[in-house]
């Protein structure tokens, strides 16, 4: 590739589009001669198949391998060039789009920003019409929220429907709005006035999706903090807490009868945060490590955010709910923190984002379930200064709110992560590998997001 080209790649301005085009316009007449071309190849690799001689050739052998030779350097130049257009893209990465803060820009301008990372689905708190009509057409799938605040309200079925219309419906079907979660983390609140309210909502929304003719193509859920966990370790013995069954038991039941989807966020930052002397950092980061075995299915974990997913699917099959659909509606790592706020740096965001996004690439499952596809809302889209709670709150952020990145995430690349680690997990224990704590006390494992608190959007 000419020095002239290095340097118009370089100082071309930073917008996809027109990177895009740029390298497009060079492409076009290095395929078209590659075209040209390939005739003369076609012959000389049929004739050797055939004859394993070059003898017979009516036409001149040294012309021939000339028209190969240059062949392969135009395939070159298109496969070079195409590294750069077309960079490795993600199997659906979902991104939480959350707008607490007043320095955001325009949902016209988040567009090209959600398609930089890859992302096919975003996750909104709410149903904001401006971010709903700017990604009319775009194929996005949408989740969109109603907040707790609106639980009460939502058990009236002419709200719901009034609601439904309103929101969802009126943006169908330009934008793709598949899903909508009813309230967030509303069991772990321990306020019966919230809990109580959450299925009957639910069920009311889902009865305005039937009404409208939409439950075919919106389903209904909630989202879950995974403190509703009793026993998160090892994923074998994952439960949920005794409190919560009777409550949870029904929402499952909803779920199983919806084809719904069940709504964990979990966050392995928690747990390095409450404990970093205990938790293995290279665990929860998805860096190279030795890992962990769980003794009762031999399962080998090599990160912890799959050992929590898997106690989900655990804690579920406990239930009785073993084919329920899983997806982590939430989980990501702070870029800053304050003084006590153990890991919150730059370099853990990106390792944490940049390889849970490549091992989403590879569309693997979790250990218990590698056949399972990972639908994984990665948090958060924005840094969003007007957030409560501590600094890292505000600091979870892919992007900065002037739509630069908070830190580079890495993912166009065909990079691995880590020649040591594995996608998944595999059974059985090759190599030596410490084993799951026994007690709850003690060991990285103990100690889940269940300890740690968000401040929801």
Not at 152 to 165: F, G, I, L, N
Not at 336 to 357: C, F, W
Not at 387 to 392: A, I, L, Q, R, V
Request: charge should be neutral; hydrophobic fraction near 40%.
């Amino acid at each position: 590739m000419s020095s002239d080209f290095n340097a118009r790649l370089l100082t071309c301005r930073r917008g996809p589009n027109s990177v895009s085009s740029f390298l497009f316009a060079k492409l076009l007449p290095h395929v078209a001669v590659a075209f040209k071309l390939l005739p003369s190849v076609i012959v000389l690799l049929s004739h050797l198949a055939s004859t394993n001689s070059l003898a017979s050739l009516t036409l001149p052998t040294d012309l021939l391998f000339m028209e190969f030779t240059r062949f392969f350097c135009y395939a070159s130049i298109i496969l070079s060039i195409s590294a750069y257009l077309f960079p490795v893209m993600v199997n659906s990465v979902g991104i939480n789009y959350g707008q607490i803060a007043n320095n955001l820009p325009s949902p016209e301008d988040v567009v090209p920003l959600v398609k930089s990372i890859g992302a096919t689905k975003v996750k909104l708190y709410d149903a904001d019409p401006r971010v709903l009509s700017a990604f009319a057409n775009t194929d996005v799938e949408f989740i969109v929220g109603l907040g707790n605040e609106y639980l009460d309200k939502m058990q009236d079925p002419s709200k719901a429907q009034a609601w439904v219309k309103q929101n969802v419906q009126a943006h169908l079907p330009a934008t793709k709005i598949t899903c909508i979660f009813v309230g967030n983390e509303v069991l772990t609140f321990n306020d019966t006035s919230l809990s109580d309210n959450l299925l009957p909502a639910m069920q009311s929304v889902h009865t305005a999706l039937v009404n409208l003719g939409l439950d075919k193509q919106v389903t209904v859920t909630t989202a879950h903090s995974l403190a509703i966990l009793e026993t998160s370790f090892p994923p074998s013995a994952g439960a949920f807490r005794q409190d919560l069954v009777d409550c949870l038991s029904e929402t499952l039941s909803f779920h199983q009868k919806t084809g719904s989807p069940f709504l964990i966020n979990a966050y392995p930052y928690f747990a390095y945060k409450g404990s970093p002397k205990q938790v293995s950092l290279d665990f929860v980061l998805f860096q190279p490590n030795q890992g962990v075995i769980d003794p009762v299915t031999n399962l080998h974990y090599d990160n912890m955010l799959y050992a929590q997913i898997d106690a989900v699917y655990s804690a579920l099959a406990s239930l009785g709910y073993k084919k329920l659909l899983v997806h982590i509606s939430e989980t990501g790592w702070p870029s800053k923190g304050d003084e006590d706020e153990a890991g919150a740096t730059p370099d853990n965001a990106k390792k944490y984002n940049g390889n849970l996004i490549k091992l989403m690439s590879k569309k693997t499952g979790t250990p218990m379930r590698p056949n399972s596809d990972l639908n994984i809302y990665v948090f958060a889209l924005f840094n969003e200064n007007m957030k409560p709670g501590p600094t890292s709150e505000r600091n979870y952020g892919l992007f900065k709110p002037d739509g630069t990145p908070a830190y580079p995430l890495g993912i166009s690349t065909t990079n691995a992560v880590g020649s040591n680690t594995t996608t998944g997990g595999s059974i059985g224990n090759a190599v030596p590998t410490p084993s799951f704590p026994t007690s709850s006390s003690t060991g990285y494992l103990s100690i889940s997001s269940a300890t740690g608190v968000r401040f929801a959007d």
